[in-house]
């Protein structure tokens, strides 16, 4: 399994931006992909954005479209989140996640994950 390290929370006042980072401990050369979840307190995980390693193309959920942006370094193996235009409803803590089959907003499809970077967004 892939180790990934997340990074970049913290606190935000509303219409703020940030940028959060994915470090992972390797890269396979198949078309994994690496996922960024959120969860807020008493909810489950909700899907935000996803991206495949040897295509880098994105895939958004709901709460990203329009305000956030997924790309990766491949060099660096780092996969990034830009999120802008922050809400208090995007308050919650992030998780990044690593797959390699099954449809990119499952959380069922990722089998690494890391520890989470908490994400608050002051009103």
């Known amino acids: 399994q892939v180790q990934l390290v997340e990074s970049g929370g913290g606190l935000v006042q509303a219409g703020g931006s940030l940028r959060l980072a994915c470090a992972a401990s390797?890269?396979?050369?198949?078309?994994?992909?690496v996922g960024w979840f959120r969860q807020a307190p008493g909810q489950g995980r909700e899907f935000v954005a996803a991206?495949?390693?040897?295509?880098?193309?994105?895939w958004y959920g709901d709460p990203a479209k329009g305000r956030f942006t997924i790309s990766a370094d491949n060099a660096k193996s780092t996969v990034y989140l830009q999120m802008n235009s922050l809400r208090s409803e995007d308050t919650a803590v992030y998780y990044c996640?690593?797959?390699?089959?099954?449809?990119?907003?499952?959380?069922?499809?990722?089998?690494?994950w890391g520890q989470g970077t908490q994400v608050t967004v002051a009103s």
């Open positions: 991206i495949r390693w040897i295509s880098n193309s994105p």
């Open positions: 996640a690593g797959g390699s089959a099954g449809r990119l907003e499952y959380v069922q499809s990722y089998d690494s």
């Open positions: 390797r890269r396979t050369l198949n078309d994994d992909f």
